[in-house]
T-cell receptor, first 110, second 116 residues
Framework: RKEVEQDPGPFNVPEGATVAFNCTYS??????FFWYRQDCRKEPKLLMS???SGNEDGRFTAQLNRASQYISLLIRDSKLSDSATYLC???????????FGTGTLLAVQP | EAGVAQSPRYKIIEKRQSVAFWCNPI?????LYWYQQILGQGPKLLIQ????????DSQLPKDRFSAERLKGVDSTLKIQPAKLEDSAVYLC??????????????FGPGTRLTVT
């Protein structure tokens, strides 16, 4: 079983739609959680950190449920420019080692 | 601020040949990481340096892969000899050392390796 699991998609949604991605992690000692975005043939870039209280950045909302070891990302009012792969990432601890999921591909259609 | 630099951007070699990749991290970043990203998968950490010391190389195939960061700045990753399954994008990342336990990693553009 992979340490970080995501639905690979693709998720094909129309512009303006709301879309949600889910992710589960298996190591209960994981300390920090992130969503990274990776455009086609580009490097990953940090989208947002994920906090237990939930956090929002514009159209993006991230949630963490430590008891269920579950992380989510909600994108409201999807734009064409949101088309990318969204990587769920877990930080194991003191060495800042990041464990990446396989990514979820989002394609926003006009 | 200049980002993480990597070269070459693309490399095609035959199996059993050798190849080397170079990375220059963001100035002042003490921690440097090499990742392997196979098509359709997320990046997998190969090795992590802090300054010129190795922090984690548990997933580095040491029979064929080696990496060094001699002066605590730039780094090279070598594969010798290459296998078909080494075809992937090799990403270098760097991060500063801060008091909090986690901090953003900044990735370079990667080197796309094709082994034929």
């Amino acid at each position: 079983r992979k340490e970080v699991e995501q639905d690979p998609g693709p998720f094909n949604v129309p512009e303006g739609a709301t879309v949600a991605f889910n992710c589960t992690y298996s190591n209960s000692a994981s300390q920090s959680f992130f969503w990274y975005r990776q455009d086609c043939r580009k490097e990953p870039k940090l989208l947002m950190s994920v906090y237990s209280s939930g956090n929002e950045d514009g159209r993006f909302t991230a949630q963490l449920n430590r008891a269920s070891q579950y992380i989510s990302l909600l994108i409201r009012d999807s734009k064409l420019s949101d088309s990318a792969t969204y990587l769920c990432v877990v930080n194991r601890g003191a060495t800042n080692k990041l464990i990446f999921g396989t990514g979820t591909l989002l394609a926003v259609q006009p | 601020e200049a980002g993480v630099a990597q070269s070459p951007r693309y490399k095609i070699i035959e199996k059993r040949q050798s190849v080397a990749f170079w990375c220059n991290p963001i100035s002042g970043h003490a921690t440097l990481y090499w990742y392997q990203q196979i098509l359709g998968q997320g990046p997998k950490l190969l090795i992590q340096f802090q300054n010129n010391g190795v922090v984690d190389d548990s997933q580095l195939p040491k029979d064929r892969f080696s990496a060094e960061r001699l002066k605590g700045v730039d780094s090279t990753l070598k594969i010798q000899p290459a296998k078909l399954e080494d075809s992937a994008v090799y990403l270098c990342a760097s991060s500063p050392v801060r008091r909090q336990s986690s901090y953003e990693q900044y990735f370079g553009p990667g080197t796309r390796l094709t082994v034929t």
